[in-house]
């Protein structure tokens, strides 16, 4: 862990409003630093974990994800008290991890719903938000975030799919403040379905997705106010996906 001034001079603003701050320079993963924190101390303030690397990343649907040296991984450990009920939480996190990345580098990135963000047909970054139940009445959520800052080798199996924002990872932190920020003002109401909207890489095109029993196909045709994706049937019928992963279909 680094010395207290350097971490207070980093994320001064977002410490002086109640963030504790946990810089590691190598974690296995910040969501379960984040999660053994939450059932063993109980914290009823946010905490942000940030790692230079990770060694066990994960993804959503048990994916690793891959954590070298040179991007910012970090988990923002969320009393849930704090979160008012049924809020899409990861639909928020993109929006300001999509803003933080324009405003600091101004580069526009695509939301690939629900909430990977995309940069030249390649993922720079992906977000997974976990649950935990600690015991009593302690409940929290960890917004996990990885952005793959400066340009790198990835390995030979994400090579097709992953890409990096090619920025100076020097300046890590204040993305990091700048994504947190963003969503606590997000989380309080702050407007993010337009940006959510604007930015998707989705609205429009056709997709797969899994249907609970079979793969299905559709053409992706609004987001409601949940973040829910409408998608078109062939049928002509329509559905509301809320969760789970869906495929670009190109031609
Ligand atoms: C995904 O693309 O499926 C989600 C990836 C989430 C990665 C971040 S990196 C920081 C945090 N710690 C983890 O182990 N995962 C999240």
Redesign the pocket.
Known sequence: MMNMNEIQDRFGQLRQEGTEIRLFDR??????E?KRAALSEHPAHPVL?V?DE?T??????G?A?D?AKG?????LLLPVENIPASVPVTCMASVAVYRAIDSLFGIKTGIKWV??LFLSGK?V????AEGVNATGDDRYV?V????NLSDREFPETLREIAGSLGVDASRRDELIASVVQTLFVLMRGGDWLGDYRARSIVLGRDVRFWDGASEAFGRAVGIDADGGLEVLLPSGGRVILRSGEIHLRTV
């Open positions: 974690l296995d993963s910040t969501n379960s984040a974990f790692a990770q066990a990343g994960r993804g959503r649907c994916n994800f954590s991007g910012a991984y970090f988990s909430n990977d993922k970054c992906g977000i997974l960890i996990g975030i990885g952005i």
